[in-house]
């Protein structure tokens, strides 16, 4: 059986910096795939990248933690806060879901807005997921299978990492042990949320890779981690989440950890060994469209 590998960018609009990051993880690395944020402040730049790129498969990144939402906020009262932005990460949205501050009605029609904004800018989709994983939440996950039916999105990440590969990716001098066990922690969380959603996406004809990794080493990927992953990848399906970029002055000012890590990224994902290795071990890179073309 053959082994695929789908290496995703998300954040893609985020800034013209990560967007410029991702591009050259693509066209001079092994990056086949990426998650564009509907709201996100270089969109259209995005959009024009992804026309010039027409190799790279592009999701959309369902956001309910980051910027404005697409619909507007008289429209979503629920999601956002005095300044009409978004503001809640994963933890303080099941806070408001177990205090019924939530509407899950919003949510769809956040998340449809965002879909649409995608779609009339003349990109189809290719996957769906979500900003920090937040479409794995109870009841959010119905809504993004939902939408990806009414939209004909075949495939989606559902965001259940195997510890085997969280394992072969750990590594390297300059990986933080501290922050990948923390975020494996996390993972291990979405994990029992996701443990039943590939069953519950094919159940709607909606395709899922076989495998995720890259949760836990979230802005700790080092070189030495993905040589290991390439050199230990099962057969079937394995996305490698990844956040490439360059840094500017708009992602410098802007609300997200991942700052210097996602030049490293790029580093890392360009790097001819890496590259030489995906070729030597006859790995397939592919996108989402032929997941769900193969489904």
Avoid at 4 to 16: H, M, Y
Avoid at 24 to 29: D, L, N, P, V
Avoid at 157 to 172: D, K, N, W
Avoid at 248 to 273: H, M, N, P, W, Y
């Amino acid at each position: 059986m053959t082994r695929n590998l789908i290496v995703n960018a998300d954040d893609l609009g985020w800034s013209e910096g990560v967007n410029r990051g991702i591009l050259e993880t693509h066209r001079h690395g092994i990056a086949t795939s990426a998650s564009l944020l509907a709201n996100g402040a270089a969109f259209a730049s995005a959009v024009e990248l992804a026309r010039s790129a027409p190799g790279l498969g592009v999701g959309v990144h369902l956001n309910l933690s980051d910027g404005a939402p697409v619909a507007g906020a008289a429209a979503v009262p629920s999601l956002v806060n005095e300044r009409s932005e978004f503001a809640d990460g994963p933890e303080g949205l099941l806070l408001k879901m177990a205090t019924r501050g939530l509407a899950l009605g919003e949510v769809e029609k956040e998340w449809e807005a965002q879909i649409r904004r995608v779609r009339d800018a003349g990109i189809s989709p290719t996957h769906l997921d979500g900003h920090k994983h937040v479409h794995m939440l109870p009841g959010l996950f119905e809504i993004a299978l939902r939408l990806a039916k009414r939209h004909g999105i075949a495939a989606i990440r559902v965001s259940h990492e195997a510890s085997q590969l969280r394992s072969a990716l750990s590594g390297g001098a300059e990986m933080r042990a501290g922050v990948v066990l923390k975020q494996g922690v996390q993972a291990r969380g979405l994990k029992l949320l996701a443990r039943d959603a590939r069953a519950r996406a094919e159940r709607e004809g909606i395709a899922t890779a076989d495998y995720l990794c890259g949760i836990a080493q979230t802005g700790e990927l080092t070189k030495e981690g993905v040589a290991r992953l390439l050199g230990n990848l099962p057969e079937g399906t394995t996305e490698l989440m990844c956040h490439p970029g360059y840094v500017d002055a708009e992602l410098r000012s802007s609300a997200t950890r991942l700052q210097d890590s996602r030049e490293k990224e790029v580093g890392i994902f360009t790097d001819a060994e890496i590259r030489n290795l995906v070729a030597s071990q006859g790995i397939r890179l592919i996108d989402y469209a032929f997941v769900a073309s193969e489904a």
